[in-house]
Each structure stands twice: as C-alpha cells, then as structure tokens.
C-alpha cells in the first residue's frame, strides 16, 4: 500500500528545487566572471570566482578545480595599471552578478511572503543580503533601515535619529556616551571577521582601524600563504587603540605590571605576551602615517598566526625578516577595493634609495644576521630587501623568503639559516638588491620633516 505523500513535503522539495536553480544559476555566473579574470591576468580574482562557483554547484567542481590550478598565485609581483583598469572593470561586472542573484532571492521572499511562508521569506531575504549587503528591498523584509552606512532594526534606527547611542544596554545622548567611551573602561568595541578593535577616541577611528587592520590580515595570508578570503575567525585578534599615551600606561600597569619598557615616540607595537596591537597618536614630525603604523603592528599579529611563533624573535639572527616583512606592508594600499602590496612610492622605499645613494646601506652579509639589538631602527632596508625577495625574478625568490620567515617564527633560526633558505649566502645578492633599490623613487622635498 502507497503511503500518501504529505501536501507541505510536495511544496518543501519544489522550494528546495527552485532555490537550487538559484544557486546553479548563480554558480555559472562565478564560473563566468573567473573565466574572465584569467583572461586579463586577474589570478586572485580568478581563484576567488572559482572558489565561489564550487561551492555553490558541486557540479562545477572539476572544472573550478583546473581553473584555480591554472590560475597560478594570487598575488602581483607588479601591479600595472593595465591590470587596475581590468580590476575594476571585473569588479563592476562581479557587482552587477551579485545584485542580480540578491534580486532572484529577494523575488523568491516575496512570493514566499505571499505564500504566508514567513521562515521561507527571512531565509530568502538573508540569502539576498548575503549577495548584496546593500540590497534595500531584502534589509526591509528583515526590518531594517539604513542610518550612517549602517542597516539596523526598526527600534535602533528610531533611537540613533533621535541622536542616542547605546552603552551597558541603556540609551543616552550621544555626547554622554562618547565621554563614557572616551575612557579605556569603557571604550568601544567594533570586530569584523579576524580581528576585534578596542578603542577610547572614537566609533569613526575604531571603524578605521578595523578596516586598515582586516587588510593587512587579507593581505598577509595572500602574500605568504597564497590565501584568497580566508575563513572568518571565531576567536578575533585584538587591537587595542588607545586616546593617549598615558592611557596604554595604565593599561601596561594594570595588565603587564609594568610600563617602563614603552618608549614615547614609538605609536605601536605588537605584545608576543599577550598576543595583541598596541597604539597610541602619532609623535610629532612621524615620517609615517597612522595607517602605516596600524598596517604594521597588525602585520605582526597576522603574521603569528599563518606561522605560530615559539618564543619571542629579537635575540634570533635574521631578526630582519620579521620587521621587514611589517615595513614592506606599509606599503599596502586599497585601490578601489584591490589590495596592492609593496607600492614602492612609499616613504621606506625611498629612504632606502636614499641610504643607497648615501651610502648607508649595510653589507647583506652583515645585515641578515643582526638581531634586534643590531637591526635597530634600519627598518627601511629591511623593507627594501623583502621587496627585493617578494618581486624580483618574477618572484621566483618569494618561496625561500616565505620558508626563511616560517623558520625565524618556529625558533629553529640560527647562524647559516639564510643560506639554507636561499641555497646561496647573503653576500652573493648584494649586487642584485642595490640595483633593485637604485630603481626605486628618490626621496622628495618634503616627506620627511627637516628634509
């Protein structure tokens, strides 16, 4: 005897059939626009595509996985601006697919919301919104309305238009809450998907330093791990900014039980001990920028977790790669949303050039095997010779820079790590990396105070 279907199984499964048609059809067009970026040179791009149409279609599996092979790495040792005006041109295209699957997944609320499916339509709506964080029409079925760039429900939208803000779950005047907020007790909190920000000046300048710290972490698993989008973190790195100087004193005296080991015009630094970013307001006449300086420590925290560290580095030789490879960083630059690394208009660079033509520079020999004590504030060579590693040859010397680095972390370096690394002693680069440092830019008038 046949057992009768049930009416609500016959609608689940043509819902479901339905929402795979989405999803395939969302997954050829990844397939399309990664087919597209191989063919301008777009390999993070590519693999990114590929990645998203494999997920969403096992069907592409195969091929997805030939075309992230053939991709090659995802980063640039020299990013043209042919290949930023092939960027934004994929990035549009890539926008136009996402708002199109969030319109089909919005359509597919809708009529689940006609149905009196009210779980299908949130579904549906967040499939949406997944696509396309800005689609309007899916933030409204979740209730939410926009205010300052931000999508909130219904009763948070009426409370920040009447100027209030939130803190211990109670909601005050904003000017109250930004000078309860002002002190380190209760400073705001933002997080992102890799690292949590703790900061006492402003909501604006802990967004900021989010944004700048969630780039170095992208960028420092592309550039040593070959990662595209890594997976969200469910244990956020920390980065505390604080107002004032005398504000991360406490802090170290409270938490550390000491502060004599801060120096007043250093604006950052990466604790080992507790596994987090410290920084302060820039010294007056910094040659760096405040970006410069949250890339940096933020590299060092993004660094020990693609290669944990064992032990504290200063004492090591090759001490140089660790601050070098936070120095190159600096250099990062979001240019219409592509992450580009090692821009040598940057001011280490130049200071290299500079050190070049005064003739400063120290022998490779010599300066792979300094220690921290020795390294000193050299960090602009430091900066130059990872460029020189991560680029030139077409980047065939990035693999051996990459395994020094993850050697220097595993506390395994000692004398001769370099050579080991590299199959060839420091000396025998030295003429190679000076004519690499003599292409990049002078120095000019101006960039650096007193100068």
């Known amino acids: 005897m046949k057992r ?8 689940a499964a043509l819902a479901a059939a339905d929402d795979g048609a989405i999803e395939r059809q969302a997954a050829q067009g990844h397939a399309a626009l990664a087919r597209e970026a191989a063919s301008a040179g777009l390999a993070e791009e590519a693999i990114r ?3 998203a149409a494999r997920g969403l279609d096992p069907a592409l599996a195969e091929e997805a996985e030939r075309g992230i092979a053939a991709a090659g790495v995802p980063w640039s040792v020299e990013w043209t601006p042919a290949l930023q005006t092939a960027w934004v041109a994929h990035a549009a295209r890539r926008r136009r697919h996402l708002s199109a699957v969030a319109d089909r997944w919005a359509a597919r609320a809708a009529e ?29 079925r979740l209730g939410e309305r926009k205010f300052e760039g931000e999508w909130m429900s219904e009763e948070r939208f009426q409370r920040r238009t009447a100027g209030l803000l939130e803190i211990d779950g109670a909601w005050l005047p904003a000017a109250e809450v930004q000078r309860r907020r002002s002190a380190w007790g209760e400073a705001w909190e933002v997080e992102g998907a890799y690292i949590r920000v703790r900061c006492n000046r402003t909501l604006a300048a802990a967004r900021g330093t989010l944004a700048r710290a969630e780039e170095a972490y992208v960028a420092v698993h592309r550039e040593l791990l070959g990662a595209v989008d890594p997976a969200p973190l469910k244990k956020k790195l920390l980065v505390l900014d604080f107002a004032t100087a005398e504000d991360l004193r406490a802090h170290c005296r409270e938490v550390h039980g000491d502060d004599s080991e801060l120096h007043p015009r250093i604006p950052g630094f990466y604790s080992w001990t507790d596994d987090a970013v410290h920084l302060i307001p820039l010294p007056a ?7 410069d300086v949250v890339r940096h420590e933020c590299t060092h925290l993004a660094a020990t977790h693609a290669f944990p560290l064992r032990g504290w580095l200063n004492t090591r030789p090759q001490f140089w790669v660790w601050e070098g490879m936070a120095s190159w960083m600096e250099a990062l630059e979001n240019r219409e949303g592509k992450l580009v690394a090692g821009d040598r208009g940057h001011i280490r660079f130049r200071l290299a050039r500079e050190g070049l033509e005064a ?29 020189f590693f991560m680029t030139a040859r077409g980047g065939a010397l990035r693999p051996a820079f990459v395994e020094l680095l993850r050697v220097v972390c595993s506390g395994q370096a000692a004398a001769g790590a370099f050579e080991k690394a590299f199959g060839r002693a420091a ?15 002078r120095l000019e008038k101006g960039m650096v105070p007193g100068k």
């Open 427 to 441: 000396g025998e680069f030295e003429a190679e990396f000076r004519e690499h440092v003599k292409r990049m830019p």
């Open 285 to 291: 006449n910094s040659a760096l920028t405040r970006d």
């Open 112 to 140: 689940r919301a006609a149905a009196g499916d009210i779980e299908g339509e949130w579904l549906a709506a967040l499939r949406a919104v997944a696509a396309d964080p800005d689609h309007a029409a899916a933030r409204r």
């Open 4 to 11: 009768a279907v049930p009416v609500w199984a016959v609608f």
């Open 359 to 387: 003739g400063t520079l120290v022998p490779l020999a010599e300066f792979t095997e300094r220690d921290q004590h020795k390294l000193g504030t050299d960090y602009q060579q430091a900066a130059a010779l990872v460029d």
């Open 49 to 51: 595509e590929w990645q």
